[in-house]
């Protein structure tokens, strides 16, 4: 039986995710600004949408976790595998994500935000 209650995990997910979204958006909007677009305001503004609300969920999320007494700390990595430890109740639980699925994930909630923001 796992010590993590299903209904943490996304909360517990979205401490990894969404940071990892918010830099890319960043470096993104940079690129955006000072590269050679004709109209950058188009990319720029959808950019800065998508991070406005990128970062009201991970607002949300980390009132979650200081709530619920939870802590995400990101702990090895290889070129195979990143690995976080998830704090719930006195308890940690360590998972290993493949980086191949956390950059497939982290690119489908790109497109998830940049349709809400569109």
Do not use: C
Not at 2 to 12: G, R
Not at 16 to 30: K, S
């Amino acid at each position: 039986m796992p010590l993590i209650p299903a209904e943490a995990l996304p909360h517990f997910e979205n401490m990894i995710y969404l940071p990892m979204l918010i830099i890319i958006l960043e470096r993104d909007r940079n690129s955006f600004e000072k590269g050679p677009f004709k109209l950058k305001g188009p990319y720029v503004k959808l950019v800065n949408q998508a991070t406005k609300l990128i970062r009201a969920e991970l607002k949300d999320t980390s009132i979650y976790l200081r709530r619920h007494n939870m802590k995400v700390v990101r702990s090895q990595t290889d070129d195979t595998f990143t690995e976080y430890i998830f704090m719930y109740g006195g308890y940690e639980e360590h998972r290993r994500y493949l980086n191949v699925r956390l950059r497939n994930r982290t690119e489908e909630l790109l497109s998830v935000y940049f349709a809400m923001a569109g």
